[in-house]
Every structure is written in structure tokens, then in C-alpha cells.
């Protein structure tokens, strides 16, 4: 950093070398940091902040088809019918039926077509009139959703959040170093100057840097769950592997294999959780016609499932889950009928699996079943996607995304004012090397936590070398401030 940026008595009485030095190693690896993490910090921050306000955008722009106007006195039609009105307008297979959240929204039943494609029928629950359709997961939010998590650049770009999440809490850990007083009055909660001076752009970033760092090493944090190699590995530590259910929960029935998370969205926790199956334990079923009536001996037949979707429905609002859930429906004659929700309160967190031939529930979780860490991580995951305090929630988060770009800016700025002429402009080596080495020792215990973010510290250590070696940090050799 320039000296004109000191005081008159600061640029006389130089700090020791050994303290020049280590700050120095800092800096040159916080631009490192923000070298990389910045331009996924912008993209993570617009995404995120569109993503915050979800229900809200979307009741906007699919208002025709997820409102519908309150129409007093009407009866309503059963969940069947809506299926049925669904099916006439979209032929193919019904595999899902999700109830309206509250009044004045509509139902929504996922088809898939005879070609595979899945499409979501909006439906008005109170004359069971097709309102439109769109394909599964085709609303503007879920696009929102793909881009913020990578997963639609597909896995690999997934493992990038990962890296950019190391590295972020990198970039507030060093941040901090950089902007601790040290005797310092200006630019510590202050910013000096006016848009025209480098002194403003660095003062403004780092007094940005001290209010948001905070909020960003958490959703750095809480972002880790969606990771592809990290987080795959805490999910099956902190769920056991035990069917992939919590600890606690009843699982003496039989398992179908199949995963929860193939069915649709679900929570963290129970992304390895495995379907139970229908009728098995309850063999006289099996010879059972899909009325109840009694078989011919002679004339065996799998069990057919008789509960019905109108009962199942029925059957979930008894056990008292939160409107807007969703029901996976039977596949297959081993099929159960699953009713899921993760509504905005984590304790109204809901999944109940009932037998298709008897009504009961083989399988009932909610969030209090998770164990110590899922319930910890299933917390972070709620505030981090501003579910979980309202709209307090909401508007922290995004002062904090607002404040993660105006941060990438001012770098940027900063960096452009400071850059040597034909030069990248990475800060100066320390003069004494082993004060380097030992920051990248502590570094490397980051990258034990994180492995792709301890690979990528490679990476980037064999940038730093080549940088070094062709004189890329350029001619600037002044002290930090």
C-alpha cells in the first residue's frame, strides 16, 4: 500500500521488518484470495439476493398460474379430481400432488409425460380448473436457484463452491489482519477521502469488510452443505448410515433402496434416506382387490394400493402437516405414499411415509429426530437461505449481498489505482521467505478440512512461484499501510 496513505509520523518510523514482512505474506495471499473468490462472490451475492425474496418474485411473475382468486362459499374439489382435470389437459402419469399453501393459492400436480418429461399442472382447488403448466422445476426462481448453486453447469462446477467458500473465509481471516488498527485512527470504522483517491477505495473496503465479514464466513459456512465432495462426506457422518434416517427414528421396515431426494427436493439431512415399501408386512393384503374384496385362490394377485390419494391426503392432514405439502404418490405396487414439507419454520419440518394398503405411517421424521449436527446444519441451511427469522432474515442477507459486490468493487478499484505498469500488481514477497512458508503451513490446515480447497492452495502456490520468478509482482516494493 502507498505510503502517502500514512501519516506524516507513520512514514518516518517504519514497523519492524519481522511485522513488515508478515504483513506482507497476508496481503499477497488476501489478493490471491480475492483473486479467485471475488468473481464467484459477485454471481453467489446477485443470485442469492434474488433468491432470498423467492415467494415473493414468484407470486409476481407466475401469478396466473400460482393465485387464484377467493371465490366465497365454493365447495372445493377433492385432490382426485384435481389429478383428473390435470391429466385431461396434460396426458401421462401422475407422480405427485402438492397442496395449495394457504388460501388463495392453487394446487400443483407433477405429470410425466409418455416421453419422460415432467411438467408441473397448476390447478384452482376450488373448481379443479387447469390454470397452466410449466416444466418441473421451470419456474424464473428455480432457474435462480441452478445458477447460484452451479448445479447447472453440472458436478464439477458444484466442487467449485466448495473451493470459493475456503477461500472466502481465507479472504475474511486475512481481511482482518490487514485492517487491524495498529495504531491507526483514520480508516478503521471512518473512510477518508473522497471517489478520486485510492485512500477512500481502501478505507471503504475495509470498513465494508469489517461489518459483512462476519455474515460472510457463515454463509461461506452454511453454503458447505451443497458441496460436492465436502459436503457429501458430513452428510453421511452427521446422518449415520442407518437407511440414511436420523438417529432415533424407527427404521425396523423394509427398505425399497430407493432415495427420498430422487422423489424431489428434501432437507440436507435426509438426502441419503431410503423409501420404505408398502405391504409387505401385511401379507393379507396382498390378495385383496384395490376395494378390499376378496380374491379368487385361484387367482393371485400383487397388492393394489386402495387407500387412495383423497384418503392420503386426508390421512397426512390428521397427522397435522403443514399446508403446502407435497405427496409423492405410489410407484409401483410396493409404493408408499410420502408426504413431505420444509416450510420456512424449521420445526414444522415434516416427512411421513404411509403404507398405500393401510393408511398408517411407516416412517414419521421431523426435525426434532435429527440428530445434534443435522439439526445444527439444518439451522444454518434455513438461515442462510433467509427462511428462518422472516423478513429480518431476509433483509440482513441482503445488506450483506449488497455489501459482498460494493466489496468487489472497491477491490477491483483499488487495485486498478495501484497496479505497476505492465505488471499483474501482486503484492511483494516478504523479504524474509520463512515468514511466507509459515503462513502457508496455517493455510494448509484450512486445506485438510476443506480438500478441494487444500488442492486448489496448491494450485495457487505454483502460481505464486512462477509469479515470482518472472517478476510478476512488478517494481512496487513500497510498504504496506
Known amino acids: 500500500m502507498s505510503d502517502l496513505t500514512l501519516p506524516p509520523a507513520a512514514r518516518t518510523a517504519r514497523p519492524p521488518a519481522a511485522a513488515a514482512d508478515l504483513y506482507r505474506a497476508v496481503w499477497r495471499w488476501h489478493f490471491y484470495a480475492g483473486l479467485f473468490v471475488l468473481p464467484f462472490l459477485v454471481t453467489l451475492s446477485l443470485t442469492g439476493a434474488l433468491y432470498l425474496f423467492r415467494d415473493e418474485i414468484e407470486a409476481v411473475v407466475h401469478a396466473d398460474l400460482k393465485r387464484v382468486a377467493i371465490t366465497e362459499g365454493a365447495p372445493g374439489v377433492a385432490p382426485s379430481a384435481m389429478i383428473a382435470s390435470a391429466l385431461a389437459a396434460r396426458p401421462g402419469t401422475a407422480v405427485k400432488f402438492t397442496t395449495p399453501a394457504g388460501p388463495g393459492a392453487s394446487a400443483e400436480i407433477t405429470v410425466k409425460a409418455a416421453d419422460g418429461e415432467r411438467l408441473a399442472v397448476y390447478v384452482d382447488p376450488q373448481d379443479g380448473r387447469v390454470l397452466g403448466s410449466l416444466p418441473d422445476r421451470g419456474t424464473v426462481m428455480w432457474l435462480v436457484r441452478s445458477l447460484h448453486s452451479l448445479s447447472f453447469f453440472g458436478p464439477v462446477a458444484r466442487g467449485v463452491i466448495e473451493i470459493a467458500a475456503g477461500w472466502a473465509i481465507l479472504l475474511v481471516l486475512t481481511g482482518i489482519y490487514l485492517w487491524w488498527p495498529r495504531g491507526r485512527t483514520g480508516g478503521v470504522v471512518t473512510v477518508r477521502g473522497t471517489a478520486r483517491t485510492r485512500v477512500f477505495w481502501r478505507d471503504l473496503h475495509a470498513v465494508t469488510g469489517l461489518g459483512a465479514g462476519g455474515i460472510l464466513v457463515f454463509l461461506a459456512i452454511t453454503g458447505m452443505p451443497w458441496s460436492q465432495v465436502w459436503g457429501g462426506q458430513v452428510n453421511q457422518w452427521a446422518n449415520g448410515s442407518n437407511f440414511g434416517y436420523p438417529a432415533g427414528v424407527r427404521v425396523d421396515v423394509p427398505m425399497s433402496g430407493r432415495k427420498l431426494a ?81 416450510p420456512d419454520d424449521l420445526a414444522a419440518q415434516r416427512v411421513v411415509h404411509l403404507d398405500a394398503y393401510t393408511g398408517e405411517p411407516l416412517l414419521d421424521m421431523s426435525y426434532a429426530d435429527y440428530g445434534p449436527m443435522g439439526r445444527a446444519l439444518e439451522w444454518g441451511i434455513n438461515v442462510h437461505l433467509g427462511q428462518q427469522y422472516g423478513l429480518a432474515n431476509q433483509l440482513v442477507l441482503l445488506a450483506a449481498c449488497l455489501a459482498n459486490v460494493l466489496l468487489a468493487v472497491s477491490a477491483a478499484i483499488m487495485w ?49 512461484r512462477a509469479v515470482a520468478h518472472f517478476g510478476g509482482a512488478g517494481p512496487d516494493r513500497r510498504e504496506p499501510a
Request: charged share 15%.
Open 262 to 342: 430422487e422423489d424431489g427436493s428434501t432437507s440436507w439431512s435426509l438426502a441419503q434416506a431410503q423409501v420404505p415399501t408398502s405391504g409387505t408386512s401385511h401379507g393379507s393384503h396382498g390378495a385383496h382387490g384395490s376395494h378390499g374384496e376378496a380374491m379368487p385362490d385361484s387367482a393371485p394377485a400383487a397388492p393394489t394400493p386402495f387407500v387412495g390419494i383423497d384418503r392420503a391426503v386426508a390421512r397426512f392432514d390428521a397427522l397435522g402437516l403443514h399446508g403446502g405439502y407435497a405427496v409423492n404418490l405410489p410407484a409401483g405396487p410396493t409404493g408408499v405414499y410420502t408426504g413431505s414439507v420444509y
Open 416 to 464: 486498478w489505482k495501484r497496479r505497476p505498469a505492465r505488471a499483474m500488481g501482486v503484492p511483494p514477497m516478504p523479504r524474509d521467505p520463512r515468514v511466507l512458508r509459515g503462513l502457508v503451513a496455517l493455510l494448509a490446515v484450512g486445506g485438510l478440512i476443506f480438500p478441494l480447497m487444500g488442492a486448489s492452495l496448491l494450485a495457487m502456490l505454483a502460481i505464486d
